[in-house]
């Protein structure tokens, strides 16, 4: 008798425990629907903000084969060659091994031309290491280009909660003390 009040005494804690902790759940729900941040994805996604690196991409028609790229690349996975000379000149070759590339963006940062950008292109997956060397004259048709940079609110450039410092006036010339003997 004793084990059998013992029982249904656990059992009813158990429901009241669940009971409270649903409680708690469901006021937290209903007072901060605001914050609920899940998606049902793959049928819903998130925006990218402006400056999220996805996948690099180069636009070989505008690409002229300058090799700054290719240059700055601290783990040399960029190769690019090219043909005809000044802004006429274009590539024959561009492919990235992306499984060397850590995403630096300094290729993009130093391309002439912004041939070269990041897209906001994150679903992307290789069945095959040897997939990841992308060869870019075999993509003529250029995805669409995240926002450029002067359109990234400045505010949001150094981060959101980032005080912007003043510019420092400019500090007027000293003047000479003329010396006595003159
Ligand atoms: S993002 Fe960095 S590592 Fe990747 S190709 Fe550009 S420079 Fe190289
Ligand atoms: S820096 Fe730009 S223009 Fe120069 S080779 Fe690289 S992608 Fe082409």
């Known amino acids: 008798m004793h084990a059998m009040k013992r029982y249904i005494k656990d059992v009813v804690d158990g429901f009241v425990t669940v009971l409270v902790g649903m409680t708690v759940t469901g006021r937290e729900f209903m007072e901060h629907k605001e914050r609920v941040t899940t998606l049902e994805y793959p049928k819903h996604s998130k925006e990218m903000p402006p400056r999220f690196r996805g996948m690099l991409f180069n636009d070989v028609e505008k690409c002229i084969a300058c090799l700054l790229c290719a240059r700055d690349c601290p783990v040399d996975c960029i190769e690019v060659t090219g043909y005809g000379k000044g802004k006429a000149r274009r590539a024959d070759v561009f492919t990235i091994d992306f499984n060397k590339c ?72 000293v003047k000479e003390k003329p010396s006595p003997k003159e």
Request: proline share 12%; charged share 30%; with cysteine.
């Open 102 to 173: 850590m995403w630096c963006n300094l290729c993009v940062e130093v391309c002439p031309v912004e041939s070269l950008y990041m897209t906001h292109e994150y679903e992307v997956t290789f069945r095959d290491r040897r997939d990841m060397f992308v060869d870019f004259m075999l993509y003529k048709q250029a995805p669409p280009r995240p926002l450029a940079l002067e359109q990234v609110p400045e505010q949001q450039a150094v981060g959101k909660n980032a005080k912007i410092p003043e510019p420092e006036p400019e500090s007027e010339p």
